[in-house]
């Protein structure tokens, strides 16, 4: 399967720990997304790679959002102290070309206790 | 910034046709898309339009975009029992730099009934 990966798929944590998630976009994929949706919405933007640039992390929620694509290939997103306002559905999403039709990961699901 | 709006619920009848709709702010969107999501998976695309079209048609569905309106619908042809899902409208405008991000609608629950 080449789809977009993403690992852990749930993850559970206690306030105030620190959580990562990873993402394995479409090999072939310059641009790398991350959203997240929490019930009953859709899903909202938070931070965009071109390649290995983070080119607009303006959206991340607070400063303890950071995002990586160290290689431009995978990418990381680290949520540092979790409240429970955190808990969502975190989705990453990949794309190339002109239309710029981006494919999603099934989602990395947070619960903070 | 962008804002997207759909409607929450839709039942329909197996068999018959179901017209999901989605009304967009910005009018320098350029490419507006629709995505299937089931329950535990995924988002996936489904088709797009882009902003110069008024139509496209992709085997059981048909994009139908009215710009003058910012108005955007999808139809789904012969609705089956596995069409039922949230369907989410979402569009990238140039408002949005070079990341051209999505703005989503809250999505549009299909029930399709037998």
């Known amino acids: 399967d080449t789809g977009v990966s993403q690992n852990p798929r749930h993850k559970i944590t206690k306030r105030g720990q620190n959580v990562t998630f990873r993402c394995d976009p479409i090999?072939?994929?310059?641009?790398l997304y991350w959203y997240r949706q929490t019930l009953g919405q859709g899903p909202e933007f938070l931070t965009y790679f071109q390649n290995e640039a983070q080119l607009e992390k303006s959206r991340l929620l607070s400063d303890r959002f950071s995002a990586e694509r160290p290689k431009g290939s995978f990418s990381t997103l680290e949520i540092q102290r979790t409240e429970q306002g955190d808990s969502a559905m975190y989705l990453c999403a990949s794309s190339a070309g002109f239309v710029n039709e981006q494919f999603f990961g099934p989602g990395t699901r947070l619960t903070v206790l | 910034g962008e804002d997207v709006e759909q409607s929450l619920f839709l039942s329909v009848r197996e068999g018959d046709s179901s017209v999901i709709n989605c009304t967009y702010t910005d009018s320098s969107s350029t490419y507006l898309y629709w995505y299937k999501q089931e329950p535990g998976a995924g988002l996936q695309l489904l088709t797009y339009?882009?902003?110069?079209?008024d139509m496209k048609q992709d085997q059981r569905l048909t994009v139908l975009l009215n710009k003058k309106d910012k108005h955007l619908s999808l139809r789904i042809a012969d609705t089956q029992t596995g069409d039922s899902a949230i369907y989410f409208c979402a569009v990238s405008a140039v408002s949005s730099g070079s990341a051209r991000q999505l703005t989503f609608g809250s999505g549009t629950q299909l029930t399709v009934l037998p």
């Open positions: 339009i882009f902003s110069n079209m």
């Open positions: 090999s072939e994929h310059n641009r």
